[in-house]
């Protein structure tokens, strides 16, 4: 099995890669902006790290075409404004998901979305509502939606601090 990882160099994306590099049968490849730090290519040497611009289909769609899954893990948690997050978490997928509807026929794509949002950030489920929204139309029964809710740890400060906040 193959799974697409948009947004794997980032910190779920490595928490994802942890947990499923140690099985033979899935191939792995993380696909971001920056490709993976040399020391995630050390210690995952399975997981294939490349660096995409998915404005850009020349640099993803042939590894694409051959994927089973595809988890979107691309996000922002705050952004200044609605055209801010469609920026860099909307209008990037649309892309993906085009491609998926037009050139493969079971590829499944796992969207990570969210129910609720605090005061403040609207923007942000509006983003989220959008994806969710053109992943029903575009694939249908090929869309899974999950809602994790907050993800954060003590690694990641900025976003640590908001979650002990709104604790």
């Given amino acids: 099995m193959k ?4 947004g794997g160099s980032g910190y779920v994306g490595k928490g994802i890669i942890k947990k499923l590099s140690s ?3 899935i191939e792995l490849v993380s696909m971001s902006r920056h ?8 210690e995952w040497s399975n997981v294939s790290w490349l660096s995409v611009d998915l404005d850009k289909p020349e640099t993803w769609r042939a590894e694409m075409a051959t994927a089973d899954w595809v988890i979107d893990l691309i996000g922002v948690l705050l952004a200044k404004n609605y055209n801010e997050y469609y920026k860099k978490t909307v209008k ?12 493969t026929t079971n590829t499944k794509f796992l969207f990570v979305s969210a129910n609720y949002a605090p ?3 609207g923007a942000y489920m509006k983003a989220k509502l959008v ?14 939606f999950v809602y994790p809710g907050l993800i ?11 979650a002990t906040v709104l604790n």
């Fill in 3 to 6: 799974i697409v990882l948009l």
């Fill in 152 to 162: 954060y740890h003590k690694k990641r400060p900025s976003v640590y601090v908001v």
């Fill in 23 to 25: 099985y033979d049968n």
């Fill in 35 to 42: 490709g993976g730090t040399d020391a995630d290519k050390e």
């Fill in 131 to 144: 994806l969710e929204d053109e992943l029903i139309k575009q694939l249908g029964q090929r869309a899974v």
């Fill in 92 to 103: 990037p997928v649309l892309n993906v998901i085009k491609f998926i509807k037009e050139h």
């Fill in 119 to 121: 005061v403040g950030m």
